[in-house]
């Protein structure tokens, strides 16, 4: 069976500045010059140094930042060096790391509507997930974010790859969740996908997720293919649906007072800097899963099921989520299924 992943092509995201709001410079300090001079920017994420998030995202920003030429320098931090993810926010609000690489579902910890950006097919594909952000859809949202966190500010989204199930039988339609121990990530929005997918959560830590699977203390999970891969899941797994399930947002947010360290010229270079990320993302991320899924298929890892009925799927979780989210969190789900094409 010849296997063939699809991510959307993504246009350039061309960021207003007033986006660009402030960030202390870590190591920086009260004295560093205000507005221009030389400003090195600490980079943080959770991923390893082979994963798209790191090649194409953190490592793209900083290359393009620094050959501006406009005295930005960047240091990464990847594999949660600075902490885990609900540690490093805390560090971005306090201004004690300047850029950060958040999924959404992290970021609700702050502000819970942003966690609706990983609700199950709220989004159609990943360059609907690109869209909603460039084309000012999400203004709003970022706006009560940036109020709600006390001045963070998202500079740009994407989708590092679509979330697939995995589990001991094939998953090609709702029911065939009855009776599964599905592993889902611990936060609010995650678990709230598993009720409007019909599955019975079962909350383990990624770290020890290989294990759970191994012991059969879950039968199944889900995560991007890349993610599925660093973790070598299939050794303990039978099948791979793909049933593109949701988009594994990262947000890259900068701390409040990183407006005062950067100049015109400067915001204007990082702007473009995360541009350029945003735009090769989905390339990077749909030519990394189809060499890990060529892999697979060759070496006969997991089955592949690529039949799986998502139009089924999507029904029953938007009529979920219509019925069952309230608030702004409503308004946020509306909002991007509004922008969808």
């Not at 589990?167 to 969740?177: F, G, K, M, N, S």
Request: charged share 20%; net charge negative; proline share 3%.
């Amino acid at each position: 069976m010849n296997v063939r992943r699809t991510t959307a092509a993504s246009a350039a995201v061309a960021l207003p500045l007033a986006l660009l709001t402030a960030c202390g410079g870590t190591g920086n300090g009260p004295d560093a010059a205000a507005g221009g001079g030389q400003v090195e920017l600490t980079l943080a994420h959770s991923y390893t140094e082979d994963q798209p998030q790191h090649v194409c995202g953190a490592q793209v920003i900083k290359e393009e930042a620094e050959a501006a030429d406009v005295g930005i320098t960047v240091e990464i931090y990847p594999n949660s060096q600075l902490g885990g993810d609900a540690d490093r926010i805390a560090s971005v609000q306090a201004s004690d790391v300047d850029i950060d690489i958040q999924g959404a579902s992290a970021l609700a910890a702050v502000y819970e509507p942003a966690g609706v950006v990983d609700a199950a097919y709220v989004f159609d594909d990943a360059a609907h997930l690109d869209r909603f952000f460039a084309d000012g859809s999400a203004d709003q949202l970022e706006q009560d974010f940036k109020e709600a966190s006390g001045g963070v500010s998202i500079l740009g989204a994407w989708s590092a790859g679509a979330r697939q199930f995995t589990a001991d039988r094939a998953i090609r339609e709702p029911a065939d969740l009855d009776g599964l121990r599905m592993r889902f990530p611990g936060s609010a929005q995650h678990l709230r996908n598993a009720q409007a997918l019909g599955a019975q959560a079962t909350e383990v830590a990624y770290e020890e997720l290989y294990l759970a699977l191994q012991q059969g203390v879950v039968d199944g999970q889900e995560n991007p293919i890349t993610n599925i891969h660093a973790s070598n899941l299939v050794e303990v797994q039978d099948y791979l649906s793909l049933s593109d399930h949701g988009q594994n947002s990262n947000l890259i947010v900068a701390a409040p007072s990183y407006d005062a360290e950067l100049d015109d010229d400067q915001r204007a270079a990082l702007a473009a800097a995360v541009a350029a990320a945003v735009e090769q993302m989905p390339g990077c991320v749909e030519e990394a899963e189809q060499e890990i899924l060529d892999t697979w298929e060759q070496e006969g890892a997991v089955e592949i099921v690529d039949d799986v009925d998502q139009e089924a799927f999507a029904q029953q979780t938007d009529t979920w989520f219509r019925e069952n989210l309230e608030g702004d969190s409503l308004v946020v789900y509306e909002a991007i299924r509004g922008s969808a094409r």
